[in-house]
């Protein structure tokens, strides 16, 4: 019965043209994500991970190969799709209800259908209590729960998620990986998570994608077969501590 993955990309190649020249931000990836699937991308800081989302995204186009959403070539914007970025981009001037609700608004979707799920995904995202503040009356990791949410609000098939968390201070990071855990538990979002931290991938992900320096290539995907429901004691397990070890070798870090 083969059913299709939800993403599946094919030799893919991606370059820009610059002032200096072609810059080759991807070569020849390859990779599938399977429905519910969460998967991770670890690679070096400029290697071409946003390029790859983007793509995944519609928001760029391929130089070469594919990138497929339920077997049909991305060739631009996609509905299915939510995206979380680095920075949480909220509107100042809207409660962290309106700007959940921002999508929801773009994409014509009924009012009142709208601000109940809006209402139910703050509540997912722990922010019950604060659905009618502004953004400068919330944290750093309030404000990037907001972004969560909204990117939630249309029931996207696909979550991509660009170092969500990097901005954040390592115990709020802890936190939003327990609560994303719990999100994709809830809703099993197909999601694509870019990260620098070995933990945190290992921690939510079915599969690790390990990538070169740029341009972008696979050096390896790492399965991570610690059982579901994941907790947060796993993450002191000798299971969990070995794939950490397993996937800073691949990427090269020394140990002492
Ligand atoms: P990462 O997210 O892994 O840090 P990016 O995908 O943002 O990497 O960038 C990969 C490479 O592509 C970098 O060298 C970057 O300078 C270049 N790049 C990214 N976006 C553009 C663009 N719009 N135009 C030209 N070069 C770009
Ligand atoms: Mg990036």
Partial sequence: MGAIDAIEIEQLSKSYETRDGEVL???????NIRRSEFISVLGPSGCGKTTLLKVIAGLEGATQGVAKLNGAPIRGPQRKTGI???TPALMKWRTA???VLLPAEILGMPAEQARVKALGLLELV???DFTNKFPHELSGGMQQRV???RALIHNPEILLLDEPFSALDTMTRGQ???ELLRIWNESKTTSLLITHSIPEAVFLSDRVVVMTSRPAQ???IVTIDLPRPRTAEMRVSPEFLKLIDRIGRIIGLEYV
């Fill in 218 to 220: 696979i050096t390896e």
């Fill in 176 to 178: 939003l990986n327990v």
């Fill in 147 to 149: 972004a969560i949410a």
């Fill in 97 to 99: 209800l309106a700007n």
């Fill in 84 to 86: 979380v970025f680095q």
């Fill in 25 to 31: 931000a991807i070569k020849d990836v390859s990779f």
């Fill in 126 to 128: 722990g922010l019950r």
